[in-house]
C-alpha cells in the first residue's frame, strides 16, 4: 500500500505528520505558501502557491492526482473539497469536516444548534457594530475571534467598553483568508480547558487519548500536559460530545476537541480536524502512538486497537524573540541536550517573528505533570533563537 498524499500547510504539524507517512512507505507532497516550510524539508515534492486560490489548488489536484488530500491550515479554499471528493480522492477526515471546521461559524452551529451540544453563548459579528450589538448579548467579559484563525491569533478577552475597538482591529489583523468575520462568546468561568485528541476510524471504534491540559497566553498555547487529571464524569461527557460532533462530521483521522471544563462539566470549545499543537506533548512518548502516528495510521485505514498511557509528558514551546528572513540560529542545544528524561525538537522554520513557534521543549517520566511542566518549561528557557 503506497498512497500518494497531498498535504495543505506544511508547518511544524504538518512535519511530523509526514514523517510518520514516510514510516509508512507513503509518498507525500507538501504544499503551503512559501518555500522551505517545516513539512516540504521532509516530503518527496513540494508545492508552493495560495491555497485560497480555487483555480491554483484545481491545478495542483489536477497535476499530482493524489489519493488523499489531507488539510493541516485554516487558510483553504476548503469548498472545492467537495469536488474532490466526487472525483474520487479521499479529503481527510472528509468534505464536509473539513469545510465546517475551517470555520468557526460552521462547527458552533453543528454543536450547540443541531446537536444541541453546551457551549458559551455567543452570536457573529461582520462589523464593529453588530460586535457592540453582539456583546449586548453576551454581556461583558467576553471572548472575540475570527471565523477564520490559527493558534490563537487575532483572539481577545474584552472586560471593559473601552476593549471593544481594540478587540476587533486585533481580530481583523489575526484573521486568515478573506473571511472577515468575529465570533464573540460568553467567557465561561472554567476551572481549566483541556484537548481531547479523539480518533476516528474507518473500519473501527472510535478512541479517546488521555485528555491534554495547556495554558495559553495571546491566544497561543504555551504548555501542555498529558495526563490531565479530571472528575470521571467530566472526561465522559466531554468523550461523549466528542463522539458525536465527530460522528456529525464524518469520516476518519484524528480530531483536537478542545473544552472548557467547569464545575458543572464540559463545554465544547472548537475543534480541529487534524492534529493539534498542544498535542505535541505526545511526542514525549506519553503513548503507544503519537497523535501524528494516529492521524496517519487512522487515514490510511490502518486499524488502531487502542491508545494506551505509557507515562506522564510534558511540553514547552520555545519562541523567537525577534524577526529576520534569515534561516534562524539557535543556541544551548549542548546545555539542553543533558537534561535526563528530556528531548526538544527544532522545526525548521526558515524565518522567524516576535513570539513565532520555533521550536518544543519535551519532558517525561513518573513525576507528576506539574513537576514536569516546570522541567520542561526550564528546558525550553535553556534554547534561544
Known amino acids: 500500500m503506497r498512497k500518494k498524499i497531498l498535504l495543505l500547510g506544511s508547518g511544524e504539524l504538518g512535519k511530523e505528520f509526514v514523517i510518520a507517512c514516510q514510516r509508512l512507505g507513503q509518498y507525500v507532497i507538501a504544499v503551503d505558501s512559501y518555500e522551505n516550510a517545516p513539512a516540504m524539508q521532509v516530503a518527496h515534492a513540494f508545492e ?44 481527510v477526515p472528509s468534505a464536509k469536516a473539513a469545510n465546517f471546521t475551517m470555520n468557526r461559524k460552521a462547527i458552533r452551529d453543528l454543536a450547540s444548534i443541531e446537536l444541541g451540544v453546551r457551549t458559551a453563548t455567543y452570536r457573529y459579528a461582520r462589523s ?12 461583558l ?53 483541556i484537548t481531547l485528541l479523539t480518533v476516528t476510524q474507518q473500519n473501527g471504534p472510535t ?7 495547556h495554558r495559553q497566553e495571546r491566544g497561543d498555547y504555551q504548555e501542555s500536559w498529558q495526563p490531565m487529571e479530571m472528575i470521571p464524569n467530566h472526561l465522559l461527557e466531554a468523550q461523549e460530545i466528542a463522539a458525536r460532533v465527530t460522528a456529525a462530521l464524518g469520516g476518519a483521522g484524528i480530531w483536537g476537541v478542545e473544552f472548557f471544563i467547569t464545575k458543572e462539566g464540559a463545554y465544547f470549545s472548537e475543534l480541529s480536524p487534524r492534529p493539534h499543537d498542544t498535542g505535541m506533548v505526545t511526542l514525549a512518548g506519553t503513548q503507544n502512538f503519537s497523535e501524528f502516528e494516529l492521524h496517519a495510521r487512522a487515514v490510511l485505514g490502518l486499524f488502531i486497537p487502542e491508545v494506551t498511557l505509557l507515562r506522564n509528558g510534558a511540553s514547552a514551546v520555545v519562541l523567537a524573540t525577534s524577526g ?21 525538537k527544532i ?16 519532558t517525561y517520566g513518573t513525576e507528576h505533570v506539574t513537576e514536569l511542566v516546570e522541567k520542561a518549561k526550564n528546558l525550553a528557557a535553556k534554547i534561544s533563537v
Open 48 to 91: 508552493v502557491i495560495n491555497m485560497l486560490d480555487g483555480n491554483e489548488l484545481d491545478r495542483i489536484v489536477s497535476k499530482h492526482q493524489p489519493d488523499l488530500i489531507v488539510p493541516e491550515v485554516e487558510a483553504i479554499r476548503t469548498e472545492r473539497f467537495y469536488d474532490y471528493e466526487a472525483q474520487g480522492i479521499q479529503v
Open 207 to 213: 478512541l479517546f487519548c488521555p485528555p491534554i491540559g
Open 141 to 193: 467579559p467576553a471572548v472575540v475571534k475570527p471565523l477564520m484563525s490559527s493558534s490563537g491569533k487575532g483572539q481577545s478577552l474584552i472586560r471593559t467598553e473601552a476593549d471593544i475597538q481594540k478587540a476587533w482591529d486585533y481580530a481583523m489583523e489575526g484573521s486568515r483568508g478573506d473571511l472577515k468575520e468575529v465570533i464573540v462568546e460568553s467567557f465561561i468561568d472554567f476551572d481549566y480547558e
Open 324 to 344: 529576520s528572513t534569515d534561516f534562524p540560529q539557535y543556541t544551548g542545544l549542548e546545555e539542553a541536550a543533558k537534561v535526563p528524561n528530556a528531548d526538544f
Open 128 to 139: 464593529f457594530d453588530e460586535l457592540k450589538a453582539g456583546i449586548d448579548v453576551t454581556g
Open 347 to 362: 522545526f525548521g522554520k526558515p524565518s522567524t517573528r516576535p513570539y513565532r513557534r520555533m521550536a518544543v521543549a519535551l
